[in-house]
């Protein structure tokens, strides 16, 4: 018996649902899904999300829009959760960073870090796009411009509140090197490493002159937490932390984040941690860019891909297969409406959707019953399929989808060669049931390896090939419509 505990980052909600997002949710999702199935009786698996909603990005998003702020995060942070819903993602918490729980546990949490924090006079640079204070180095480096945002840096002075990161430093290095905390892909770690070298103590407040909009600094009316101090203990709120014990369920099994945020999750996130007693993330799971014909989408080039118009198209599963199969688990990757509709005319409808077509036709006219008796779980194939798993509990769903697509190709292929068509017109029915019912294992084992990355499809096919009542068996027809409608 194990629980298995997912996070995803939560987003800011001074904009709607971007691909970004999406890519967190989905990678979890396929995670969650997968756990569930290799699990047993027993097992358990808690995936988080949420909405980071402090912060002067989104209080002066809120004044452009004309709304109060409070009405203006609840809106957007609505979208959000209808986002993750019209996503089927099989999330079991969500937390608004305003929610009074997390705010009153935030407070606490500041105060069992106390040890860990003074006050210092801050003089430098700021981004307001990034929430994010930047080293003199990384202004000079980046000629005084934030490269996400295309905006000049702001020149700050205040006094804040201050994390020692000094003091957590080598802690974190060792759990980095030794992958007590697992940094995926590698050159992540390496990176995250470089990172953690150079790092500063960060500030952790704002003047209320500056950042009204947030939760107070307790016995500090003055000073509000800034955004990360306040955002990334999301992880541990939600699961009612301090108020209760959550051993049961942290360390969390992975966090889902993109690569913008890795230095927060990979510095930040762990002295929080370990400031608090509280043992690091197993793994911590990061994926690339979207990239649109090669380049950054950015609002300003027009080249922004909306990730609900995505899934409008050819329906939630080819969503999946394109961003599962098409983008890589850890790299930046392109996407163009040429590439997904190839993707789904010529690999969903044509590989697979044509293929079960195909075979369940081939049953029906040579009368090729369903296996009433067929009640595998996804764990059985661990043998037979131990590549499969392998990159599966490695988070390399994209490797993991080829694995499982050239299976797909293998019993098209099988089809072709052992032509079962031709055995009916020799009269040998006995060698056309066996061939036809060996395609059908085939394609059952096949589709269980599909169940947590296409998992719409991988029912409907299960479905197909095991029509009800499936206590007795049951002729094989194929569908009354195409699994995957070309387009």
């Known amino acids: 018996m194990s629980n298995v505990y997912l996070c995803t980052a939560i987003p800011y909600v001074n904009g709607n649902p971007h691909i970004g997002h999406a890519m967190d949710y989905l990678l979890a999702d396929t995670y969650a899904r997968y756990r569930r199935l290799i699990g047993g009786a027993g097992d358990e698996v808690r995936l988080s999300a949420g909405t980071d909603e402090h912060g002067n990005k989104v209080f002066r998003s809120a004044e452009r829009a004309g709304m109060s702020v409070e009405e203006y995060s609840k809106l957007n942070s609505d979208k959000f959760r209808n986002f993750i819903n019209k996503m089927d993602v099989t999330y079991t918490d969500f937390i608004r960073t305003t929610d009074p729980e997390h705010a009153r546990r935030c407070q606490e949490i500041w105060q069992k870090l106390t040890p860990h924090i003074y006050t210092a006079e801050y003089d430098g640079w700021y981004c307001e796009g990034c929430e994010s204070f930047v080293t003199q180095k990384e202004h000079d480096e980046n000629h005084g411009i934030c490269p996400d945002h295309q905006k000049p840096y702001e020149h700050l ?65 003055e000073q509000v937490m800034y955004v990360w101090m306040d955002a990334l203990p999301n992880y541990i709120t939600v699961l009612g932390y301090p108020d209760r014990d959550i051993s049961a369920w942290w360390p969390a099994t992975a966090q889902f984040i993109g690569k913008d945020i890795l230095r927060f999750h990979t510095i930040i996130w762990p002295a929080i941690l370990l400031g608090l007693g509280l043992p690091l993330p197993k793994h911590m799971v990061t994926h690339g860019h979207i990239l649109a ?32 199969a098409h983008v890589d688990t850890f790299l930046d990757s392109d996407f163009t409406w040429e590439k997904f509709d190839a993707a789904y005319n ?14 369940a036709t081939l049953c029906r006219k040579n009368e090729v019953l369903s296996n009433p008796d067929y009640h595998p779980a996804l764990n ?7 590549e499969y798993f392998a990159l599966m509990d490695r988070f390399e769903f994209t490797k993991a989808f080829a694995y499982v697509w050239q299976k797909v190709q293998a019993i098209n292929k099988a089809i072709d060669e052992q032509k079962p068509w031709e055995l009916a017109k020799q009269g040998k029915t006995a060698e056309v049931q066996q061939v036809l019912s060996s395609l059908v294992r085939q394609l059952d084992d096949v589709n269980n390896l599909l169940a947590p990355l296409i998992p719409n499809a991988s029912a409907r096919i299960h479905t197909i090939l095991h029509p009800e009542p499936t206590t007795t068996a049951q002729p094989i027809v194929p569908p009354a419509t195409p699994l995957f409608p070309k387009a």
Do not use: C
């Open 346 to 359: 010529n690999e969903l409808a044509n590989d697979l959707g044509n293929l079960v077509h195909r075979l």
């Open 293 to 324: 014909n090669g380049q950054k989408m950015s609002k300003s080039l027009g080249n922004v891909v909306d990730p609900v118009e995505v899934m409008d198209r050819h329906g939630l599963d080819a969503f999946r297969y394109f961003f599962l």
């Open 380 to 386: 059985d194939y661990r043998d037979t399929h131990s």
């Open 157 to 221: 002075t205040e006094k804040n509140y201050y994390l020692r990161i000094a003091d957590f430093k080598e802690q974190i290095t060792a759990a980095i090197e030794s992958d007590q905390m697992q940094i995926l892909p590698a050159f992540r770690k390496t990176e995250a490493l470089k990172l953690l070298a150079d790092a500063p103590d960060v500030s952790i407040s704002r003047p209320r002159n500056h950042l009204s909009w947030g939760i107070p600094v307790p016995g500090d009316e």
